[in-house]
Every structure is written in C-alpha cells, then in structure tokens.
Nanobody, 124 residues
Framework: QVHLVESGGGLVQAGGSLRLSCAAS????????AGWFRQSPGKEREFVAA????????HYADSVQGRFTISRDTGKNMVYLQMDSLKAEDTAVYYC?????????????????WGQGTQVTVSS
C-alpha cells in the first residue's frame, strides 16, 4: 500500500507559478511510476504529467507542455509538479497518483494509488 499526500496548492494570478508536492509513504515508492491529474467541476479527471520510476522518462498533456515540469526525488519519496505561466483554465483539484507495474501511462484507470488532491485556483 502506498499513501500519497499532495500539498502546495493555492490561489495565484494568471502568469504566476506554483509548485505542487506529493509525499509518498507506506511500502517503497522507488520503483513506481507517478503521475499528476486534475479535475475541474463538471469535468472528467484529466491527465497532466507522468514520470517513470527512474525519472528518465516523462510525458505531458499538450495543454501543459512547456509550462509544467514533473520531477521526483526518489530518496525522499517525493514527486513534484512545477507549474509556470499559469492560466485560468489550469484551475482544478490536482491529484498525485502512483502505478506499481507497467509502462508509463496517461490513463487514470491504470494508476493504483491516489492522493486526496490539492486545490489550485488561477485568477485571471
């Protein structure tokens, strides 16, 4: 079992930056792929970014490519999402997720563990 806790959300003006953190505890997280998803009211949960367990492989949604950066610190069991040039449409609850086995994936159903989410609000 892996327990995930997100932090770092908040209110920011358009064009600003936020850094989300995801702390993992429980069994070792070292060999798990990790991802960030987001969900706005009335919308489906959507993929944002994913990172392989070594940190060498990353993948981003087209909507955040070039603005967001996913990273991880395996020694600290942490995953991060640096969000720059934020837009009003980035407003959502952001979720951290972990996947034990299989290739890097953008599909929420493929992830085994989820955090409770952190709210990000971007004012225009």
């Amino acid at each position: 079992q892996v327990h995930l806790v997100e932090s770092g959300g908040g209110l920011v003006q358009a064009g600003g930056s936020l850094r989300l953190s995801c702390a993992a505890s429980g069994r070792t997280f070292i060999t798990d792929d990790a991802g960030w998803f987001r969900q706005s009211p009335g919308k489906e949960r959507e993929f944002v970014a994913a990172i392989g367990w070594t940190g060498a492989s990353t993948h981003y949604a087209d909507s955040v490519q070039g603005r967001f950066t996913i990273s991880r610190d395996t020694g600290k069991n942490m995953v991060y999402l640096q969000m720059d040039s934020l837009k009003a449409e980035d407003t959502a609850v952001y979720y951290c997720a972990a996947r034990s086995n299989g290739p890097l994936t953008i599909y929420a159903d493929d992830y085994d563990y989820w955090g409770q989410g952190t709210q990000v609000t971007v004012s225009s």
